[in-house]
């Protein structure tokens, strides 16, 4: 198995990693996915082509790096002042994020490069992080009878990537806004 990278706060590793993760970035927009190699990145960034094998292990692992690092969410979901909508304000945008062209080609680059399942759990830190927030919001409003972060993990997230993964028809904010009432029909007994 070769080595994961470490993640320091700062100094010169933080830098080679940016400096990778541009250079992948863009590569691939210049040349395409499929031009991409190790001594191409390590050129374009500035470093030896040994200082990826180290870091990374090879190209399929470096691709799946980056590809955690482009699944964090950039903002907050939105605060829309109820549960209900933002939820499924939340969940629509998730949807169409992770089902959205690049976001199938870096789920799959996640994936592929990592069988040990840790840019998985990542990612999936990354969404129940953001239905954390959610909730939080709801529970300080004074919201009851709703779901807890595995639920929701459960019964939106796992549909949702499952349907991207397996059986893309059927994609849409109505399957979202499905999926969120369904769940908080449940939580709620109506």
Not at 23 to 47: D, I, S
Not at 52 to 66: A, C, F, K, M, N
């Amino acid at each position: 198995m070769s080595p994961k990278p470490m993640a320091r706060p700062g100094g010169r590793s933080a830098r080679v990693q940016a400096s990778v993760h541009a250079a992948v970035r863009e590569l691939e927009a210049e040349r395409g996915r499929e031009a991409l190699t190790v001594p191409l990145v390590a050129a374009r960034a500035g470093v030896t082509p040994s200082t990826i094998y180290r870091r990374w292990g090879d190209l399929q692992e470096l691709l799946s790096d980056v590809a955690v690092e482009r699944l964090r969410p950039d903002t907050d979901p939105a605060d829309l002042g109820g549960l209900r909508a933002d939820l499924t304000a939340w969940a629509e945008q998730f949807l169409d994020e992770m089902s959205s062209t690049a976001g199938r080609a870096y789920t799959r680059d996640a994936l592929l490069g990592d069988p040990d399942g840790g840019n998985a759990g990542q990612c999936s830190d990354y969404a129940a992080a953001q239905v954390d927030l959610v909730l939080d919001r709801a529970r300080a409003r004074g919201e009851s009878g709703f779901p807890g972060r595995e639920e929701v993990m459960d019964h939106v997230v796992a549909p949702v990537m499952y349907r991207i993964l397996f059986r893309p028809d059927g994609l849409s904010t109505a399957y979202a806004r499905q999926l969120v009432d369904a769940l908080l029909a449940r939580s709620t007994g109506r």
